[in-house]
């Protein structure tokens, strides 16, 4: 779909109920991300992501497990900004180049615990939900819990709504990311 279907919305622009959440994200943020921009057509697509993924990043999950589901759904959406946006947030994270080099490219990751969530985050959504027990059981011996893996779901059904949104509005990387696409 051309990008054009989808306006870049301004704050005058846009639907009233999706004004809050454009004016808090600009800021945090410092700029009016052009994802925000364009979701703001859908006021309750941008607020329920926005809370959702509030609450994603309030889970028991380490930052670096979170970062890691979030690449590895965003590399497996083909989501190009997303991939860039968490680049972003993994190295003001720390994380090792080589960890962020493989979650862009879907390879294993040299952590082991933070392989097991990338591992479990395809099973889930390959699985729709469904994995056997093996699989459940491989994340748990990695120091994950029960609570662990529903918040894995939580995480995919996230990012699933940003990356689809994303790639659906053919939202643009914004040059403050541009060296992290």
């Not at 004016?23 to 057509?41: C, E, F, I, M």
């Not at 529903?150 to 940003?162: D, F, H, K, N, P």
Request: net charge negative; aromatic share 4%.
């Amino acid at each position: 779909m051309p990008a054009t279907a989808f306006p870049d919305h301004t704050l005058e622009s846009a639907p009233a109920a999706a004004r809050p959440t454009m004016a808090a994200v600009t800021r945090k943020q410092g700029y009016l991300p052009a994802a925000v921009a364009r979701l703001a057509s859908a006021p309750e697509l941008l607020n329920g992501f926005m809370k959702v993924s509030a609450l994603f990043e309030s889970t028991t999950l380490d930052p670096l497990s979170r970062e890691t589901l979030v690449m590895t759904v965003a590399a497996r959406n083909g989501c190009h900004l997303c991939v860039a946006m968490h680049t972003a947030k993994l190295t003001a994270l720390g994380a090792d180049a080589g960890l962020i080099a493989a979650l862009r490219d879907g390879s294993p990751l040299p952590d082991e615990r933070l392989e097991a969530v990338r591992e479990f985050t395809l099973a889930v959504i390959a699985a729709s939900g469904a994995v056997d027990a093996a699989t459940l059981q491989s994340f748990l011996s990695h120091g994950y819990t029960t609570r662990n893996a529903l918040e894995v779901v939580l995480g995919i059904g996230a990012y699933t709504m940003s990356t689809l949104a994303n790639r659906l509005t053919d939202a643009p990387v914004d040059p403050q990311l541009a060296a992290f696409a």
